[in-house]
């Protein structure tokens, strides 16, 4: 369904991604893990082109954009059919729980207000936060917001949703509340493609797990091949130092 | 002391009638001033080609150079150069030069508020599908607004005063009218000391809609 091909992209002459491909179904839950710096957030933000990539081509549904020369409707699209988690959260401080969610309804699904308000409620109950709608950001906890983000990113009914790094930022109490949520959408078959080092996640909810290093994809697999049985030494390498057990 | 009571008493009124005219100024000053910076601190911020660098130009000249000598170009000049503008009377003429010398400070405040709001509310507005300028207009410039008020309340503190320069227009306003009164009376000190407490007082009560407007805006902060 999602189809990257050759994404290339540096900063300042220093290259982060070094020609990535990857191929994503449709209801796949794919996880990405490596050591920091090696490019996996900056993969996430070029498949929506929050980073604009130097070359390579990214294709939804057969409706592709390459990047070296993306017009701003082709861009729009692509956004429009992906939905972004945040490290940080990035709930629009000036909104409400509920506007929050109802915000893309509205502007950009061209929803009524009215509709837009009964289905942020509707997400609200859904991800267990029926009683918050009125806060703003600043009142909830960590936890909440980073579910207010995934249902803001559950509004729109995106082809594919995006988690950039979503329980990093978070202290450990409510790490668990935002991985129950993503297990729950990973049960609703929503094709998923998140970065993290939540290693038991990892293993417990992805399809396939894809291990990157260097701007690379050096292996990638079932989460039983990538966990017990690493083909490449880096992979290894790197799991003896996360996986403590 | 030689300080008439009565007649700075009498000249409160008197000169509280001419308070509209004043307002008038400030207020539609303000309302032009707030579209012009706005539109033209979304042009800086987003680098804008060529309007950028008019922009730029165009602020420049209004903080580097004094506001009376604005008001006189505007006024005295222009006409001379195109007739056309022969028709204008005083009142607009220091609307329009209040409006711009103005909208060039406030541009930079706002500018200022919006380099200040975190990158990733732009970012979020840009994911779940908005336009960059979606983004500005219903997640940047409505929180940049909170952080840029202060400021802005003090350019227009700056600006109600400022109008008492439309006098040397010759727009009847409150200034002026201090002025005629001053003059024909030798009574100096009474009418200045009168018009000065005018605005001082509008100052005052346009401080405590800023506090009102601050408490309102800072609502979705609190814990």
């Known amino acids: ?56 081509v990214i294709a939804i549904d057969g409706d592709a954009v390459d990047a070296e020369n993306a017009r701003k409707k082709e861009v729009l699209r ?53 009683e918050k709608a009125d806060s703003y950001p600043a009142a909830l906890s960590g936890g909440q917001q980073q579910r ?25 109490e409510w790490v ?16 998923m493609l998140v970065v993290t ?30 966990f017990s049985s690493p083909q490449d030494p880096r992979t290894r390498e790197f799991l003896r130092k996360v996986i403590r057990d | 002391m030689n300080f008439d009571l009565n007649y700075f008493f009498e000249m409160i009124p008197l000169l509280l009638g001419y308070l509209g005219l004043t307002m008038k100024m400030a207020v539609l000053g303000l309302i032009f001033a707030l579209v012009l910076a706005v539109t033209m601190a979304v042009v800086r911020v987003f680098k804008v080609p060529v309007l950028d660098w008019l922009v730029q130009l165009f602020i420049s000249f209004f903080r580097g150079t004094p506001l ?13 150069l195109f007739p056309i503008m022969v028709g204008i009377d005083a009142f607009t003429a220091a609307v329009i030069g209040l409006s711009l010398h103005f909208s060039a400070y406030m541009a930079e405040s706002i500018r200022a508020a919006i380099m200040g709001i975190d990158k990733s509310q732009m970012e979020a507005a840009l994911s779940i599908g908005q336009t960059p300028l979606m983004a500005m207009r219903r997640i940047i410039l409505p929180q ?30 409150l200034m002026a009218r201090a002025q005629m009164e001053a003059s024909s009376s030798f009574r100096f000190f009474e009418a200045f000391l009168a018009v000065a407490l005018i ?22 902060y609190q814990r």
């Open chain 1, 197 to 226: 080092h939540e290693m038991s996640f990892a293993r417990d909810v992805a399809d396939r797990v894809v291990f990157m290093e260097g701007g690379r994809i050096v292996e990638q697999g079932p989460p039983e091949q990538i």
């Open chain 2, 68 to 80: 009376l000598v604005q008001l006189f170009l505007l006024y005295y000049g222009l006409p001379q």
């Open chain 1, 78 to 130: 692509l956004r429009r059919n992906t939905s972004f988690v945040f490290q940080n959260y990035a709930l629009f401080a000036n909104k409400t729980a509920a506007q929050n969610i109802a915000e893309g309804l509205i502007t950009v699904w061209g929803r009524s207000k009215a509709e837009a308000m009964a289905e942020a409620n509707q997400i609200l109950a859904d991800i267990g936060l029926a």
């Open chain 2, 144 to 173: 940049a607004s909170r952080i840029a008020l202060p400021s802005l309340m003090n350019q227009f503190v700056d600006m109600i005063k400022s109008t008492s320069l439309a006098f040397t227009l010759g727009v009847a306003e």
């Open chain 1, 148 to 172: 207010v983000g995934i249902g803001r990113a559950m509004a729109s009914h995106s082809k594919v949703m995006l988690f950039d790094e979503p329980t990093s930022a978070l202290d450990p």
């Open chain 1, 1 to 56: 369904m999602i189809k990257i091909q050759n994404l290339v992209k540096s900063f300042k002459g220093q290259t982060v991604l070094n020609g990535i491909d990857l191929d994503i179904n449709e209801g796949e839950i794919i996880v990405i893990i490596g050591p920091s710096g090696t490019g996996k957030s900056t993969l996430l933000r070029c498949i929506n082109f929050l980073e604009q990539p130097d070359a390579g």
């Open chain 1, 176 to 191: 668990d509340e935002v991985l129950q949520l993503m297990k729950k959408l990973a049960e609703r078959k929503q094709t």
């Open chain 2, 199 to 220: 605005y001082w007082a509008v100052v005052v009560l346009f401080t405590q809609v800023q506090i009102r407007m601050e408490n309102r805006l800072n609502r979705a």
